[in-house]
């Protein structure tokens, strides 16, 4: 006991003695540089104190004779500084780099040709599709625009689709449907590239594009348009991309469920051969200065040929590893602040700043736009800030189980759903793989949901049960289990599709998923 009280007083002075020095602190900050300099004591040569000539560092000792470094030094020093500008790079790019993983994969695996070309999911997104937390309920249509290839681009979209288009850069470009420009009636857009100065025709929707390439997945709801060959039909009738000088033109549009494509961001130096493709195709206002510096800095240099000797090859691949280590640690333990969406509960939302920027404040998160990115698809606000009642869809996410240990495939999980979940459309809860971020291979729809057939089981209360395991637990139906991959992890996503008010007013709250054995 006296130990406690011990360590309690002493915890209590630290905090009291911090409390007291950010006092003064924050005092001078607010004063002018006049003010500053006119309360400290005038200064000389012999007020400063410069390194010293010997350093221990984490990547060996410095040496600097005379003020200046010793061959190994600079050896050393460059070679750290290359890793940490190239893993830096890996993080901030991932945006970038994933957008083109998406594109890419559209175009090699589902054979996509040109902006008119249209991939559908007519038969839903199932486990043979390696796109990050893909959603298996949805219909989705994936387009590739190039604007540089076309120029202005017309996509005529018809009521019933929802979704974003982003830019090169995984950056919002807008929304089609119910919180697009078209407000859910569909409408035509007019998509322009970058400097365009030309004439804009009366009639569309207009967005001016900072990047040659943007892609967009729109969805439609199963339910209203079907599935198969019917919703097939429905894009084949009503959906269009094209350039805006040829007019419509036939595009070719492929069910795609049950194709196998790889959209994931390389995690080792080919990373950086993807970083220079979209560099030298992109303008470079698109990137900024400071950016396009770093990325010269470790030789990637719009308009010139990306070469790495041995050396740097090395260091880019140490880069890439180091940056998905980093990325594994920041999406799946976040320590930033109101990660988690409940006090008490593990969900956290994909989107952490509740914004499709990741802003708070006057700066961008950089841990809350890598959860993001390392892990998901699709910046729209949509998704990210709350909508008005029955608008939207908002999605959280789960790694850890009640007792906060990381889900592990070897056990079983039980997750209820409490009665009544508040949406307009529909709910699902879906698994991930922890090494890919998309749907866990195990089945080819690993997700339960609220419009499936057959429906789960509901409990008298109205709840339901749903469980995660390698085996089907007895005496659950199947339609309430979802299957888990040994030896490895998981994570858990739950989707609310038209969320209503009193999910978005936290008075209906899911609960945390429970180990079981």
């Known amino acids: 006991m006296m130990m406690k009280v011990t360590a309690f007083i002493t915890l209590a002075m630290a905090g009291l003695l911090t409390a007291v020095l950010a006092v003064p602190v924050q005092a001078e900050q607010g004063k002018s540089i006049f003010a500053q300099a006119g309360a400290q004591a005038p200064q000389s040569a012999k007020d400063f104190k410069p390194a010293p000539d010997k350093m221990e560092t984490r990547f060996g000792k410095l040496e600097f004779p005379g003020g200046y470094p010793t061959e190994k030094t600079v050896q050393k020093v460059y070679g750290e500084l ?87 850069n995984f950056l919002f470009a807008f929304d089609i449907g119910p919180t697009g420009m078209d407000k859910g009636k569909g409408g035509k857009y007019l998509i322009l590239p970058p ?107 719009k308009g010139k040929p990306f070469n790495p000797d041995a050396r740097m090859k090395k260091i880019l691949d140490q880069a890439a590893k180091e940056g998905v280590a980093m990325s594994r640690v920041i999406a799946f333990n976040s320590r930033v ?16 700043t509740n914004n499709s920027t990741f802003y708070q404040d006057d700066y961008i998160n ?34 850890k189980d009640k007792d906060g240990n990381f889900f592990d495939g070897n056990k ?25 971020r998309a749907v866990v291979q195990t089945q080819p729809y690993p997700s339960i949901s609220s419009q499936q057939t057959p429906a789960p089981v509901v409990n008298k209360d109205g709840s339901i049960d749903i469980y995660f395991s390698v085996k089907q637990p007895k005496g659950i139906a199947k339609q309430n289990w979802v299957e888990v991959v040994p030896n490895q992890g998981f994570f858990v996503y739950m989707r609310y599709y038209g969320p209503l008010n009193a999910f978005n007013d936290k008075t209906w709250i899911p609960n945390n998923v429970e180990l079981v054995q």
């Open 412 to 436: 079983t999980y039980k997750l209820n759903v409490p009665p009544k979940v508040p949406v307009k459309l529909f709910w699902s809860v879906t698994v991930y793989d922890t090494y890919t």
């Open 195 to 301: 400097g365009y100065k030309g004439d804009v025709p009366e009639g569309y929707f207009v967005f001016k594009s900072p990047t040659y390439r943007l892609f967009s997945f729109v969805r439609a709801n199963a339910a209203v348009v079907g599935t198969g060959e019917k919703a097939m039909e429905f894009f084949r009738k009503n959906a269009k991309v094209y350039p805006l000088k040829t007019g419509p033109s036939k595009g070719k549009f492929t069910n795609v469920s049950g194709l196998p494509i790889n959209t994931l961001v390389p995690e080792d130096a080919s990373a950086f051969e993807w970083m220079h493709d979209i560099i030298n195709y992109e303008p470079a206002e698109a990137f900024g200065k400071e950016k396009l510096g770093r990325l010269a800095s470790i030789g990637i240099i």
């Open 82 to 168: 290359d890793l940490q500008r190239a893993t830096q790079l890996y993080l901030d790019m991932y945006p970038a780099l994933s957008m083109r993983g998406m594109m890419i994969g559209t175009a090699r695996d589902y054979g996509a040709k040109n902006s008119s070309d249209i991939s559908v999911t007519a038969d839903r997104l199932d486990s043979k599709a390696m796109w990050l937390t893909g959603n298996t309920e949805s219909i989705y249509a994936m387009i590739v625009f190039d604007l540089k290839v076309d120029g202005p681009t017309v996509f005529e979209a018809p009521a019933g689709l929802m979704g974003p288009v982003d830019d090169a």
């Open 337 to 352: 602040e109101n990660a988690k969406v409940y006090p008490g509960r593990e969900w956290e939302s994909p989107y952490i």
């Open 366 to 399: 950089l841990e809350a736009r890598t959860t993001f990115h390392f892990t998901a698809d699709g910046i729209t606000p949509a998704m990210a800030a709350q909508m008005p009642e029955g608008l939207g869809s908002r999605y959280q996410t789960t790694y």
